[in-house]
């Protein structure tokens, strides 16, 4: 009667042991504190895609193999400049605190250019121990960056940093994985800007509107100067074009439609109809309609100004607060 308990409490002895071994192969991770403080975002490159950054990074923890001198990767960075380092190693743990200097790639959102709104990402990694090693804990004490640093044209809205976990969809060789999918902890920092747009507004657009104002300016010529009409709308339509290559040049390359396109394309089309009209005009005058022709002006450069001008309170006004 005694062989059931003794069976039952053998059974209970192994099922303890292996919950125990299992432990002991699979020890929880080590926890590293980490805090940013960004001193200085300058360069922000559109065409390049890239910005520079300095800031401060600071770590604490206690297995010295995680050597973040060596070990630290900022992966979305072209380069990485430790321009100063100190290790205070006191009390069991290990306190590191550097200056880096980094070029970061980021793809940008220019589809409401120059109203436009960017994310810029800073993440941290150990190159050589993963998740099962190590998880990043953020320090949330203070601000994470200098609200005096010179970031001209832009404004700040937020800077959030937390963790999180990267998957990388390789074993890198490790036959120890089960499937290819390694899993890295990862330290996030995401700082929210948005431009103070209008001074560059009207830098980058007054040309276009200008040449939009010539080609409107030729309703009011008279019917005896039909061809200075014609010159006026071609030239403004060139300097219309130029002003857009111009604008282009200095943007990434970009398959959606953005605020740039809209305006452009909405003044090449306003020019069109003027050169439309105009020879609507001509035809008039030559059957003898002076006088239609001159009521035909007036109508069309009315309907066209208001069409422009209400198109472009739209694009602009919905480019700005989107």
């Known amino acids: 009667m005694q062989k059931p308990r003794f069976y039952r409490f053998m059974l209970l002895c192994c099922f303890l042991l292996t919950l125990t071994f299992s432990h002991a192969q699979d020890p929880a991770p080590d926890t590293v504190k980490t805090g940013i403080y960004i001193t200085s975002i300058h360069n922000i490159d559109f065409k390049d895609k890239e910005f520079a950054v300095n800031f401060w990074l600071w770590l604490k923890y206690k297995r010295k193999e995680f050597d973040f001198y060596n070990n630290l990767e900022v992966p979305a960075a072209k380069s990485v400049n430790k321009s100063y380092v100190t290790i205070d190693s006191s009390d069991g743990k290990i306190y590191m605190l550097m200056k880096l200097e980094c070029v970061m790639k980021d793809s940008w959102k220019i589809t409401n250019f120059p109203f436009d709104q960017q994310k810029l990402r800073i993440n941290i990694e150990n190159s050589q121990y993963d998740s099962r090693s190590l998880v990043f804990q953020p320090d949330t004490v203070g601000n994470h960056y200098d609200p005096r640093f010179a970031l001209s044209g832009w404004k700040i809205d937020s800077c959030v940093i937390s963790s999180g976990i990267k998957a990388y969809e390789t074993a890198f060789g490790d036959e120890s994985f089960e499937k290819p999918h390694t899993e890295y902890s990862t330290f996030k920092t995401r700082l929210s800007i948005h431009r103070d747009a209008m001074g560059l507004f009207w830098k980058l657009f007054l040309g276009m509107y200008i040449a939009c104002m010539i080609a409107f300016v030729c309703f009011f010529i008279h019917s005896d100067g039909i061809d200075s009409r014609f010159g006026l709308s071609v030239g403004a339509l060139f300097a219309v074009i130029g002003n857009k290559y111009i604008i282009d040049s200095s943007l990434p390359e970009s398959a959606s439609f953005t605020l740039v396109d809209s305006l452009h394309g909405l003044t090449l089309c306003f ?52």
């Open 271 to 322: 020019i069109l109809c003027t050169i439309t009209a105009t020879a609507w005009s001509l035809k008039l005058i030559k059957s003898g309609q002076a006088l239609k022709a001159a009521t035909l002006d007036r109508v069309m450069a009315a309907i066209l100004l208001s069409l422009y001008i209400i198109l472009n309170i739209y694009f602009i006004s919905t480019a700005s607060t989107g």
